[in-house]
Nanobody
Framework: QVQLVESGGGLVQPGTSLRLSCAAS????????MGWYRQAPGKERELVAA???????NYGDSVKGRFTISRDNAKNTVYLQMNSLKPEDTAVYYC?????????WGRGTQVTVSS
């Protein structure tokens, strides 16, 4: 059983930065893949970034070069550093983890990029 809690979302101006955090709790030994997805109203959920237990990363094309994903295995926490934010980055951002061949989702945190 894994519980995910996201934090760090909010309202920011274009061109600024924001860092999201997702902490996993429960009876956990080792988490496999951790990642971030986002979903805007009327749009399907899309991959933002993912990171394996070994540190291999994968990014969606729209955020490549601007966002950086990282993890702290000792804390079972994944981070998303978002730089050069654009209005089109506005969405609910969801944390996702793979553990024991099952996938778990957080409730999401709102990121709004607007002047």
């Amino acid at each position: 059983q894994v519980q995910l809690v996201e934090s760090g979302g909010g309202l920011v101006q274009p061109g600024t930065s924001l860092r999201l955090s997702c902490a996993a709790s429960g009876s956990i030994f080792r988490i496999n893949t951790m990642g971030w997805y986002r979903q805007a109203p009327g749009k399907e959920r899309e991959l933002v970034a993912a990171i394996s237990s070994g540190g291999t990363t994968n990014y969606g094309d729209s955020v490549k070069g601007r966002f950086t994903i990282s993890r702290d295995n000792a804390k079972n926490t994944v981070y998303l550093q978002m730089n050069s934010l654009k209005p089109e980055d506005t969405a609910v951002y969801y944390c996702n983890v793979q553990y024991l061949r099952e996938y778990y989702w957080g409730r999401g945190t709102q990121v709004t990029v607007s002047s």
